[in-house]
């Protein structure tokens, strides 16, 4: 490891002074990612999984666990929020649970706990940590060593929510340099159908680090839709992980939307593990000034029959940095593979800077795989068409970044939030240039 | 209205029209007629004011404005429209949505009042009965996966919802088969006022019978080289490109001797 040994001994020295309820049922399971953790350090840029992004920034600052929440009242919230009240809504701050500010409604048939609470209570939650891979993946080790808080969502067979249930994570910490490890389980069993969506928020602008893992198994039959929205502040840093496994016919439909941050990871992973599985993937990130966005995406396909979709959608501005990464495998027994995906980048800047990484490993002979990227600038053609008609080259310029990402925009099926990440699309281009997101 | 006077442009190195003078007056149409490469698409893109052209001599004026001061938005929002020869696709962006931003925007310029979506869709439902377009384009997206023939007529049903004084058709009749060239026409035809005004860029004459001339230009070699009334475009016909390019040379001859 070239890092610092420090670093690592920051974490290892945090897990060892969390108190025993704390660690509650999952102690062990603590343990063994800690050690995982301490074993693999955090990666650098020689690892190929980050070869675009440098961790640097996160692993020469110190962080710190944040030990409860900051408490907020409901009208600080507000306007982060595009949810109604007919939505469960778990409000997460600084990584725990803020009861006073969430609203569960019953259904019959469906579970929804916080992880904490069912930890402390010396519990133990099936299935956490055998989804996400936290023996050779640091970040999911260094999460699962030190999860605080998150959602425990388990759907019964043939149940189907139809209000989405919306986990919102606040960064609010009184202090610089803090860290939050928010943990979460969705349990979709056999034809359950529901809407999980993840938002990331951050309130203040000092530098903090969230490092989430959301682990997802789907039964046979089952569909979840997954919408994560990243809107940590200007100086944050964000490693995320949403990890599924799929049984034979069930259905995933993933959108992660990236602006915020100093610097974002966002891994979105799925094993089409029964025959007759899918998904879709699709994102999109919007970037300005010098914030890196980093998404990569592995879809494994395990069995015959399976079928993915993915479109990704990038729009740099500024000195920022894009990195998408997209893995397609097809073990030798998924035959009939049918698979597309494409990521398409618009910069806006001269400086700004895309990497794009189609990766697709084929061991099966029966399928259908097809892969695109691009990176293109704005049509010049296109902007003397749309000024001919009237319109003054701002808005022009603003119709076409919006008409870029519509497309991909429109496959997110909760309205609300459609039209949120379209109003946001919209509220930040100004002039034709993106604008911060804190501005 | 539009006075052109010993217009030069260039695109990159090379000077593509080489000293124009054109003067269109209210409720005239003038057609521009070359072959290829004379510079006649040129002209009419220099005149809405495409960034691809500089412009190196000469001057445009437009009811007494300085054309070339003005930016492709102003133009439009003066009365000028520019009819594509390759109409451009925005995937993305639906017809209603680009045609009724691009109303509001010209009224908004003319000091009226903005028309909201309802409103608008009764402007539109008229205007797209005069090229026989199915109501459905309004939801698709600007002339992605449209066919030749249904590009240009989205081209007219712009033309005819922001309604300009000054229209320039820059071979609308390419690609179109004789169905089509008919309702395109008729549409322009029935647009006509004596109030506005329309240059009619074309290589061929069979436009010209359906939407008639006041007055002929031919442009070989970014100039006008020739100019009548509409009998040139039939004599163009009958004789072809070249008879105008063996009389100039002659001329050209004569005058060295």
Redesign the interface.
Known sequence: MTQPETAVDHYVGMFESLDHAEAGGAGELRRRAMDRFAGLGFPTMKNEDWHYTSVAPIATRSFNRTGSPTSLSAGELDQYLFDSPDWTRLVFVDGWLAPELSSVHDHPGVQISDLSSMLREGGKVPQLGTIADHETVAFTALNTALMQDGAVITVAGNVEVAQPIHLVFLSAHPVPQAASFPRNLVVLEKGARATVIESYVGLRDESYLTVSVTEIALGEGARLEHIKVQNESAGAFHVATIQARQERDSDLHSFSYASGAELSRTNVNTLLDGSGSSCTMNGMYMVSGSQHVDHQTSIEHAQPNTTSREIYKGILDGHSHGVFNGKVYVRPEAQKTDGKQSNNNLLLSDHARVDTKPQLEIFADDVKCTHGATVGRLDEVALFYMKSRGLDAEQARTLLIYAFAADVLEEITVKPVKDALEAAVFARVRGGKLEMASD | MLEIKGLRANIGENEILKGIDLTVNKGEIHAVMGPNGSGKSTLAQVI?????YEVTAGSVTYDGQDLLDM???E???AGI??A?QY???????TNAY?LR??YN??RK?RGEEEVDPLEFLDVMEEKMKLVDMDPSMLNR?VNAGFSGGEKKRNEIV?LAV?NPRLAILDETDSGLDIDALRIVADGVNKLRTPEKSAIVVTHYQRLLNYIVPDFVHVLAGGRIVKSGGKELALELEEHGYDWIQNEQSAAGAGSRA
């Open positions: 809405a004011g495409h960034p691809a930016e492709p938005e133009r439009a929002q429209f520019l594509f109409p451009v696709e925005i995937p993305g962006v680009f931003s691009a925007a010209v310029a997206s712009q922001l």
